[in-house]
């Protein structure tokens, strides 16, 4: 009472306003309409999957860089030399200079050295294993899919896409119906794509550069590499009470690409920046190092008629073939000005091969007529800036490419001579892998990222975005894609924060 007495009239009325607000706030029950809408506007998180390291397998510990002024030393005032030149494609002169430039030595690895899980990787390689033992027997590893079948049915569909898109593509109504006229024209219904949590997981840390499914219908596999050298297993069908995911340190670099082949899953090769090219043998339980480039290897492919060897994007625009038989690189091509980025072969016709480069061209090239005297591309694809992908389409009639232009390029045409243009924003910056766009599992659809965090879809027929996968559990930008080759449907999305997102056809 005593303080209340030596309060002024004007703190006495806002006291009492201040009371009668509240009161008023609590009859309109504002305070939990408010916590609602907080609540509404917040990012949903989702408890998703995420690999799982040994820390007590780090063999060197992590040293915290301090600079000279905060040691207390006097600055270095000796600089580069006159005579210091290191080209960003050349490493052999490094690796002279500094033999310890690497982080791990040229040699191979075991995978039990390489393995950074905190569980035992004895599950993946029998599952693995188990798919190769099929294949010697003579039992299908495809469980009773019938291939042959279903190729069949995509040349079909693919062929009517073509005749569709040499005919009809400027009589389609102007509304978007996410398919075909028909309605039975392509092998996937886009409004069939869903994004459920548990086919969501962060495998890796850091930005994922590569992503591949293991060729198997019976199982979804997915390896990827990452910026930090690391390879790592996604079994997306693993038991609750697993994860999937395992993580293993196999290159001194960022991995540059992946393959796997169908007839031999035991054998995988990774290459990276740093030019190695491993061979992960399940039946060794190795990672083996099967080759060392002298300059940076950028991209790698496998022809799908030769399992003995590998095509590499070596340094400013080389080319190389790999002979697995051999250990060797017989053949060399310089095809650009700049570095290859991706490669690709026709699946009718394993001799054309597609590449592209950040020369600002994608060319087609006839293997059977190039030698190291005679270079010469039956097409040449021209963009404004950098060109980051060229593949072919399912039925090898068409060729998307993507650059730093803005752009996203359709070649078509009996000879590959008709090329249209969709704007697409592919200005990633300098924190996101570039978006590599892929086609489906016929030539309806491409699929590429969007700096909105979602999937744009790009339809054949109508040469331009019809719709975009979109999902409140996304939380990254979707940058590098792989298509199950055995899962219509099956559409897995990695990210630069090492998430993947993986989109199934109810």
């Not at 009371?19 to 998180?45: G, I, P």
């Amino acid at each position: 009472m005593a303080s209340n007495n030596k309060m002024t009239e004007y703190e006495r009325k806002r006291l009492e306003n201040i009371r009668r607000n509240d009161e008023m706030m609590a009859a309109l029950k504002l305070h939990s309409r408010v916590a609602e809408l907080s609540a509404a506007t917040k990012r949903q998180k989702v408890g998703t999957k995420t690999y799982k390291t040994n820390t007590e397998k780090a063999e060197t510990p992590v040293v915290t860089r301090r600079s000279l002024r905060t040691r207390g030393l006097p600055p270095d005032l000796k600089g580069l030399g006159d005579d210091y030149s290191v080209h960003t494609d050349t490493i052999s002169e490094l690796r002279k200079s500094d033999p310890n430039a690497s982080m791990m030595d040229a040699k191979p690895i075991t995978m039990d050295t390489a393995y950074r899980g905190s569980g035992s990787d004895r599950a993946f390689r029998d599952i693995i294993m188990s798919f190769c033992k099929k294949a010697e027997i003579g039992s299908s590893p495809m469980g009773g899919f019938d291939r042959s079948e279903q190729s069949q049915k995509v040349e079909n569909l693919c062929d009517s896409a073509v005749d569709l898109d040499r005919t009809k593509s400027g009589n389609l109504p102007s509304n978007v119906n996410i398919k075909y006229e028909g309605g039975d024209q392509t092998l996937l219904d886009i409004n069939t794509l869903s994004l459920e949590v548990n086919n969501i997981a962060r495998v890796v840390s850091g930005r994922i550069m590569a992503i591949k499914f293991f060729p198997t219908p019976n199982m979804r596999m997915i390896a990827v590499g990452n910026k930090f050298g690391n390879v790592a297993f996604w079994n997306m069908e693993a038991p609750e009470v697993e994860d999937g995911i395992l993580l293993y340190q196999t290159h001194p670099g960022p991995v540059s690409g992946i393959s796997i082949s169908e007839f031999n899953m035991s054998k995988m090769f990774t290459c990276c920046y740093e030019g190695f090219l491993r061979r992960m043998d399940i039946e060794k339980e190795v990672f083996d190092l099967v080759y060392v480039a002298d300059q940076c290897i950028y991209s790698l492919c496998q022809q799908p008629n030769n399992s003995s060897g590998l095509y590499l994007g070596e340094g400013r625009g080389g080319l190389k073939f790999w002979d697995e038989r051999t250990g060797k690189t017989p053949d060399s091509w310089d095809l650009h000005e700049s570095r290859i980025n991706t490669i690709d072969f026709n699946p009718r016709n394993p001799s054309i091969m597609a590449t592209s480069s950040s020369d600002g061209t994608s060319c087609i090239w006839d293997l059977r007529n190039i030698s190291s005297s005679r270079v010469k591309s039956i097409r040449v694809v021209n963009h404004k800036k950098a060109v980051h992908a060229a593949y072919f389409s399912p039925s090898g009639s068409f060729l998307a490419t993507s650059s730093f232009d803005d752009t996203v390029g359709i070649v078509s045409g009996t000879e590959f001579n008709e090329t249209s243009f969709v704007r697409h924003n592919n200005h990633t910056g300098r924190w996101i892998s570039t978006f590599r766009p892929i086609w489906g599992w016929d030539d309806s659809y491409i699929f590429t990222g969007n700096m909105n965090r979602a999937v744009d879809v790009i339809s054949l027929s109508r040469k331009s975005i019809i719709c975009s996968l979109k999902s409140p559990y996304i939380s990254a930008i979707p940058c590098r894609f792989a298509a199950h080759p055995f899962e219509v449907g099956t559409l897995a999305a990695a990210t630069s924060g090492g998430q993947v997102y993986t989109w199934t056809a109810n």
